[in-house]
């Protein structure tokens, strides 16, 4: 009985997630314009080389002087018919990887991507077979105390510092 | 005004070199009067800076033209308020602020009452002092704030329109006090290694110290955020920009330090893992200061390129080979006392997992950031490292470590056996799961959006039950009234319930973030007069398109009447103005704010026929990261408070010597 809920948890967790993921997936989307959600998803890919730091989707146009045309080639693009991947071929093509916000996912650039989770993997590892040494080692020291019932940490601290102003109130 | 100005540089500069001379000698030869005199000059070098500091602001007040900075940074039309401000708009002006924080603690250090005695206190003064010296050192030979020009400027080139804003004007002093109070702890722990104390009495004394410069680097984050919300005009509050990271990084790494020390005070471990922290923290807050300074990496917040960034970088190095030098011939002494678990599931190792996670994050953050340079080095080729790659690698690990932080408060330490861990799990488990339902059913579909409330649920409920059971477990013994036993509860363990608050308040902006990050709505559209733009539930009608001066500043705005389900909610005004000695023209947002969402409103482009483009955003729960932030600060001074019941400075029992 005391397995079974977690187990009932975890399956309703994993199945509420893949159930979200089909309805993301399936979100219908809009006409699109400069703030359209294909849009979006085409422009915000390439950096705006103007200064102001952002992508060419949420570059205010005012203070910039070429996101105008870039937009205008990017509807046009997706006029012809190119989706957002030919799209990012194109231009890493013509003006190298460094237009795109973010690296490719793949060749050198996927180590910026990879390297991270490599490295908390690793390092959880380690934290792993570190807690089971110091735990086997206490282990060893104190096989006895194996049933020791642990009260609760809040009611101790409370007993305690009461003891404590009881003490200071008589001595 | 020269003469001085200058004269309390290299005097300052003198003095520190002296002090830190009789520091040494008088540790060495055990000579009281040696210390006192060094003391003396820790004082006497805090006056120089101040000194400086008055006469630039001085200068800066009065617009003298014929100082560089102040023809750089300045003109005259421009309000007392952001000429004084400007202090820190430049490098030279900021490295002095800077400068005048690391004096001004050094010597609260020096004479502070609870540090009498304490034969640490020569070698704490003596390592803040070598970083003040690589500050003369730059203000007197590389960056000089009081250089004159050839000629006498009729007019300055005026402070960048961009930092002529409040939260801006907060924002690099709250950062810089972050910065420069991780040097204390810094120092304490050097200090504490040197004197060979390896207790954790350094923990103890800097624990304020530490707390502190926490709450200026988190409030310095979020001042910035909100600036970059209200002024740029895109809607956003974090662009994962270099210099942004740069003060995230160590932000991180002493959060995880906050958590660690607990493991330290309580069993007697991770006292290498401690130090280490303490000195990457520092180590990162250079490393920040080299990129903004240097230029080697492009960014809003670039001081433009300059070698200075170079100096920092070069003594980042210097001070991180010699902390890990006194660290490695004390390593001994720090690994002969290592401690034990209990068990696998228990506080210390949900600690050593939000460690794992937090210098997890500051490491994925750090290696974005240099990737560009990585991989230009590695095969010619640069790349770009933005938001994208920023939100897609850092959402899973902060959202981890979410969820640790959620479990971790009904966790015990030693052990929770699995009776406990059902006890205080399955309540919160059963009603995050019913909440995830319940969004899913009311529409939230998004995966990350439905965890990310999910796991915030689960913290909400966990912390309501730790502050649940200490009321109720005192209310057995007392039979106090609720409200007294829980101010009781909490002001008898400021640290703990004050970290919970903390808690709380991250979660609240994790609650903001999700909703902005996940359901922000956008349009842009051109109207001519009298025409409206409808998203979501909101009608902005455009009336007029104005235009009005101000000083030399020109200024255009537009008259925007909004309702919200048929109900006016007023006349908003979007703007833009044309500075009169600034090139780029300055985006003023116009912004209605509930707890629910904020309507943004920006004033894009316009024709003379009067036609006016508007880009119209909706921010989900935006207002929840500043509520959420308050709380931080409110939750942080009650960890810090002095009370009754507080023992934050212990008396000192390590090693002694001759001379304090």
């Not at chain 2, 003396?40 to 120089?48: N, P, Q, S, T």
Request: proline share 3%.
């Amino acid at each position: 009985m005391n397995k079974k809920i977690p187990i009932v948890m975890l399956i309703l967790l994993f199945g509420l997630q893949s159930f979200l993921l089909q309805t993301h997936a399936t979100e219908t989307q809009q006409q699109y314009d400069y703030k359209s959600a294909e849009f979006k998803a085409v422009a915000s890919q390439f950096m705006c080389t103007c200064g102001c730091g952002q992508d060419h989707y949420a570059c205010d146009m005012a203070g910039c002087t070429n996101t105008d045309a870039f937009k205008a080639d990017l509807i046009e693009m997706m006029n012809k018919g190119m989706d957002k991947d030919e799209i990012r071929e194109y231009y890493v093509e013509t003006l190298g990887e460094e237009i795109l916000t973010a690296p490719e996912k793949k060749g050198f650039s996927l180590t910026a991507w990879v390297l991270p989770f490599v490295t908390l993997g690793g390092a959880g590892t380690g934290v792993f077979f570190l807690v089971r040494r110091w735990t086997r080692r206490s282990g060893e020291i104190q096989t006895s105390n194996e049933e020791m019932n642990v009260k609760d940490e809040v009611e101790e601290e409370i007993l305690s510092s009461i003891i404590d102003e009881e003490r200071k109130k008589y001595f | 005004m020269y003469l001085l100005g200058n004269a309390s540089i290299y005097i300052g500069l003198a003095l520190t070199i002296y002090s830190i001379l009789v520091f040494i000698i008088g540790i060495k030869i055990k000579k009281q009067t040696l210390i006192n005199s060094g003391k003396g000059g820790v004082i006497a070098v805090f006056i120089c800076m101040a000194v400086a500091n008055a006469v630039m602001l001085y200068l800066l007040a009065t617009s003298q033209f014929q100082y560089e900075y102040v023809s750089n940074y300045t003109s005259s039309e421009l309000p007392l308020f952001y000429k004084l401000a400007a202090l820190w708009a430049g490098n030279s002006g900021s490295l002095m602020l800077w400068s005048f924080f690391l004096t001004m603690y050094t010597a609260m250090i020096v004479v502070s009452r609870k540090m009498q005695g304490n034969p640490m206190v020569p070698y704490i003064s003596s390592i803040l002092l070598i970083n003040t010296l690589f500050f003369f050192i730059i203000l007197g030979f590389v960056s000089r704030p009081f250089a004159l020009l050839d000629y006498v400027p009729a007019e300055g080139r005026g402070l960048n329109p961009m930092l002529q804003n409040p939260g801006m004007i907060v924002h690099p002093v709250t950062l810089y006090l972050g910065y420069v109070g991780l040097a204390v702890p810094f120092a304490f722990a050097m200090a504490a290694l040197i004197l060979k104390n390896v207790d954790d009495f350094w923990i103890k004394m800097t624990r304020r110290w530490t707390i502190i410069a926490w709450l200026f680097l988190t409030l310095g984050n979020i001042l910035g955020g909100q600036w970059a919300y209200v002024e740029l005009g895109w809607g956003g509050y974090w662009a994962w920009d270099p210099v942004e990271n740069a003060s995230f990084m160590p932000w991180l790494t002493a959060t995880a330090f906050l958590h660690s020390v607990m493991i330290q005070e309580r069993k007697n471990m991770l006292k290498v893992w401690n130090i280490s922290l303490i000195i990457l923290s520092y180590a990162l807050t250079l490393f920040g200061t080299f990129l903004v300074r240097s230029g080697v990496l492009t960014s809003v917040h670039a001081f433009g390129d300059s070698d200075l960034g170079m100096y920092f970088l070069i003594f980042m190095g210097v001070i991180v080979v010699g902390a890990i030098y006194v660290l490695m011939s004390r390593y001994h002494l720090l690994k002969r006392s290592a401690g034990e678990f209990t068990s696998y599931v228990s506080k210390e190792s949900s600690f050593l997992i939000n460690n794992l996670l937090l210098v997890g994050a500051a490491f994925a953050v750090f290696w974005g950031t240099i990737f560009p340079l990585v991989s230009e080095a590695v095969r010619g080729t640069k790349v770009t490292v933005g938001i994208p790659f920023f939100n897609t690698v850092q959402a899973p690990i902060l959202l981890t470590m979410m969820f640790v932080m959620a479990v971790c408060p009904l966790l015990a330490w030693q052990r929770s056996s699995a009776k406990n861990l059902r006890k205080n799990f399955l309540i919160p488990a059963v009603l995050s799961v019913i909440g995830m339902i319940l969004m899913v059913t009311l529409g939230i579909q998004k995966a990350w959006a439905v965890i990310g409330y999910g796991v915030i649920i689960f913290l909400f409920v966990t912390h309501y039950l730790e502050f649940y059971r200490g009321v109720k477990a005192r209310r057995k013994m007392t039979k106090e009234p609720v409200p007294i036993a829980l101010y009781k509860l909490m002001t008898k363990n400021r640290r703990r319930y004050g970290g919970y608050i903390v808690h709380i308040g991250i979660a609240f902006i994790t609650m903001g973030i999700i909703g902005s990050q996940n359901y922000d709505m956008e349009t842009m559209k051109t109207l001519d007069i009298g025409e409206s733009i409808d998203i979501k539930d909101y009608r902005i009608t455009y009336e007029r398109l104005e235009q009005r001066a101000e000083g030399i500043n020109d200024i255009v705005y537009a008259d925007l009447t909004v309702f919200k389900d048929g109900k006016r909610l007023g006349v908003f005004q979007p703007e833009k103005v044309f500075y009169g000695n600034w090139d780029e023209p300055s985006t003023e947002v116009a912004l209605h704010s509930s707890i629910a969402e904020d309507l943004y409103m920006v004033l894009s482009t316009w024709d003379e026929n009067g036609t006016a483009t508007f880009i119209i955003k909706v921010n989900p729960m935006i207002s929840w990261l500043w509520i959420g932030s308050i709380m931080v600060v409110i939750g942080s001074v009650f960890a810090i408070w002095t009370g009754r019941y507080q023992n934050i400075t212990p008396k000192y029992t390590g090693v002694m010597k001759e001379v304090a």
